[in-house]
């Protein structure tokens, strides 16, 4: 029985989420579940008060949006079914207070995105390795056949060389080795007192920035959240004023002159530790 399981597993995490272990139990008893795991900042070590569950169910064909939404209202102060902003998602507020996202997804279609990076060492601009981070740090709940535990058995392996080249090489392009590269365009922008685009292409640098860190110290990208603390504490090669360039670069936002030495800054310490 899976309801044992589940119970020693949230009690270890946190007495009063008996609504999540609730929902879960249902969704376990829907046909067509392949597999349930949990991530999100939650039951990371950096969580804080703020933080919400990330419930994963991988599917052979997406759930009924009335029997979604028949189980969860059972268990939620507020509900939203059906989001599909950037995966098809519910989100809620659980009665004890706590948000969770739900995300739904396809195993298989899942698997030929991770093993595009992972094996196919394909690199993107900027969060490269996020989903590989995903699947090595979500706590299977349930899994039929094992198949989400065979999945994290095979891209469990240590960063390939391949990748990391690949992630550093279209990342440096983008930071500032070529004509479209962000440096450029923050610098005319800057120039034109565009504020909007400034902060469009300053948050595009800095998500190339960060995954050429990630890359450098072998370690799959966490996300978008607590990225500074994280590469404090975890990464083993980080640039010379590090935290400070970041800040900088954020700080002198409508600067042309300390925009461009923040940036080129930023972009010389990068270069001396690759």
């Known amino acids: 029985m899976i309801d044992t399981k589940l119970n020693t597993y949230y009690i270890a995490i946190n007495m009063d989420d008996i609504e999540l272990n609730g929902l879960i139990n249902e969704f376990c008893n829907l046909d067509g579940i392949q597999a349930i795991v949990l991530g999100g900042s939650q039951i990371s070590k950096h969580s804080d008060n703020k933080s919400d569950y990330d419930l994963y169910i991988y599917t052979e064909k997406i759930i009924d949006q009335n029997i979604r939404n028949k189980i969860l209202s059972r268990y939620c102060e507020k509900l939203e079914i059906g ?104 610098s005319k922008s800057v120039y034109r007192k565009d504020i909007i685009n400034i902060n469009n292409r300053v948050s595009a640098f800095l998500a190339s920035y960060y995954d050429i860190i990630f890359a450098i110290n072998e370690l799959p990208h966490p996300g978008e959240k607590r990225l500074m603390e994280i590469c404090l504490n975890e990464c083993k090669l980080l640039p010379n004023n590090f935290e400070i360039n970041v800040n900088n670069i954020l700080q002198n936002i409508n600067s042309i002159s300390e925009m461009d030495k923040s940036i080129n800054n930023i972009i010389n310490e990068l270069k001396e530790i690759i």
């Open 83 to 186: 989001n599909s902003y950037w995966e098809l998602e519910d989100n809620g507020i659980l009665i004890g207070g706590i948000c969770f996202d739900i995300i739904y997804r396809n195993l298989q279609q899942f698997i030929k995105i991770i093993a595009d990076v992972v094996e196919n060492c394909n690199a993107s601009n900027g969060f490269t390795t996020c989903l590989w981070h995903n699947i090595l740090n979500s706590t299977i709940i349930y899994d039929k056949d094992d198949m989400f535990k065979n999945v994290k058995e095979r891209f469990s392996v240590p960063f390939p060389e391949k990748l990391k080249e690949n992630i550093i090489k279209r990342n440096m392009a983008l930071l500032s080795d070529s004509l479209v590269s962000y440096d450029k365009q923050i």
